[in-house]
């Protein structure tokens, strides 16, 4: 089956960071673009950022522009998050998607358009 595995979650102070990874099982993360999502308690799941299939084109959600950065490894089937100075706001369960190859390489904020998804990490800041 066609899984993905988020890791990297945590708890870490306001104007700390985390990096969270993605890694694929069963299946190559080369043709797909991989979006990032988060979901905190009472909320709708939202975009938080993505990555095109070749890595030359990137997409984040103004409340984390300038201090998230995503990044992927093909060689390493592996999608990354580098998160900096993460804020209370950033708090909420962190989710990595492959967008269906039907809608596509480029970047999507869509949910419907991925088809396959982590378990997700818990990310918590807090003092």
């Known amino acids: 089956q066609l899984q993905l595995v988020e890791s990297g979650g945590g708890l870490v102070q306001p104007g700390g960071s985390l990096r969270l990874s993605c890694a694929a099982s069963g299946f190559t993360l080369r043709p797909y673009a991989i979006g990032w999502f988060r979901q905190a308690p009472g909320k709708e799941r939202e975009g938080v950022s993505c990555?095109?299939?070749?890595?030359?084109?990137?997409k984040y959600a103004d409340s984390v522009k300038g201090r998230f950065t995503i990044s992927r490894d093909n060689a390493k089937n592996t999608v990354y998050l580098q998160m900096n100075n993460l804020k209370p706001e950033d708090t909420a369960v962190y989710y990595c998607?492959?967008?269906?190859?039907?809608?596509?390489?480029?970047?999507?904020?869509?949910?419907?358009?991925?088809?396959?998804w982590g378990q997700g990490t818990q990310v918590t800041v807090s003092s």
């Open positions: 998607a492959a967008r269906a190859l039907r809608y596509g390489s480029s970047c999507s904020g869509d949910l419907y358009e991925y088809a396959y």
């Open positions: 990555i095109s299939s070749s890595g030359d084109s990137t």
